[in-house]
């Protein structure tokens, strides 16, 4: 068995220290960004390589129209073009429509999930009227026209960033808040897949395009395996 060496010089680009706690943490694909949000509903945007704080203020700001409302923070994370192309490169999409001219960071709230771009500062949003009266929680994208909205009452959403409406629902597995969700692909050939895991210990990977599990498994509280059914290719 090797022995690492204790002794490695460990050098960080840049230490932060937030007034409050650090509830959510995002960075950027490509380029040296990172953003957070603290316990007091904070959020900044930092360079890191510039080591400069380039957007800090509270959620409440977001919405517009009452500054003095709480916007509590579920999740947050950086999207646009540059990162949906290292992603999924090669993969057509509609140039034209107007989320891929965006330099977004996503929030999603309790009420809506908000795109914040950080560069020109406008602001478009998903109601949840849009997403059928559904509660976001959190968003991964599943390809470069596409992106899953996970939901508090296991429903994932797939929502088209062109035509900026639903249009799938994948759904019978997951009955309660769905927290983490990851888009892979294995070859170039091949299907994408979305891995859903929720709150009541359940995991899934699903083909988004046919609305199928293609694997999953739930977990007891005490860790024991309840339940595996695995991929068949």
């Given at each position: 068995?090797s022995?690492?060496?204790k002794?490695l010089?460990?050098?960080?680009?840049?230490?932060?220290k937030?007034p409050n706690k650090?509830?959510?943490?995002?960075?950027?694909?490509?380029?040296?960004?990172?953003?957070?949000v603290?316990?007091n509903?904070?959020?900044?945007?930092?360079d890191?390589?510039?080591?400069?704080?380039l957007?800090?203020?509270?959620?409440?700001a977001?919405?517009?129209k009452?500054?003095?409302?709480?916007?509590?923070?579920?999740?947050i994370?950086?999207?646009?073009?540059?990162?949906?192309?290292?992603?999924?490169?090669g993969?057509?999409?509609?140039?034209?429509?107007p989320?891929?001219?965006g330099t977004?960071?996503?929030?999603?709230a309790e009420s809506?999930i908000y795109?914040y771009d950080?560069?020109?500062?406008?602001?478009?949003?998903?109601?949840?009227?849009?997403?059928?009266g559904?509660?976001?929680?959190c968003v991964?994208?599943?390809?470069?026209k596409?992106?899953?909205?996970g939901?508090?009452?296991?429903y994932?959403?797939?929502?088209?960033?062109?035509a900026?409406?639903?249009?799938?629902t994948?759904?019978?597995?997951h009955h309660?808040?769905?927290y983490?969700m990851?888009?892979?692909k294995?070859g170039?050939n091949s299907?994408n897949r979305?891995v859903?895991?929720?709150s009541d210990?359940?995991?899934a990977?699903w083909?988004?395009e046919g609305?199928?599990i293609l694997?999953?498994f739930g977990?007891?509280?005490?860790?024991?395996?309840?339940?595996?059914i695995?991929?068949?290719?």
């Open positions: 068995m022995i690492l060496n002794n010089d460990t050098h960080f680009f840049l230490e932060l937030s650090v509830k959510i943490f995002d960075y950027h694909l490509t380029k040296p960004l990172i953003a957070y603290n316990v509903n904070v959020l900044a945007i930092w890191w390589e510039r080591k400069t704080c957007k800090c203020f509270s959620t409440a977001i919405e517009s009452d500054l003095s409302k709480t916007v509590t923070v579920k999740s994370k950086f999207l646009d073009k540059d990162i949906l192309n290292a992603l999924f490169p993969e057509p999409f509609d140039s034209e429509a989320f891929y001219a977004w960071l996503i929030v999603v809506k795109f950080y560069v020109s500062e406008k602001n478009e949003t998903i109601s949840i009227s849009q997403l059928d559904k509660q976001p929680r991964e994208p599943v390809d470069m596409h992106l899953a909205v939901c508090t009452d296991g994932v959403k797939n929502f088209d960033l062109g900026w409406a639903t249009v799938k994948l759904k019978g597995f309660k808040t769905v983490n990851m888009g892979y294995q170039d299907k979305l859903v895991s929720g210990g359940t995991l990977c083909n988004v609305e199928e694997f999953k977990m007891l509280k005490s860790g024991k395996q309840v339940e595996i695995m991929e068949k290719e």
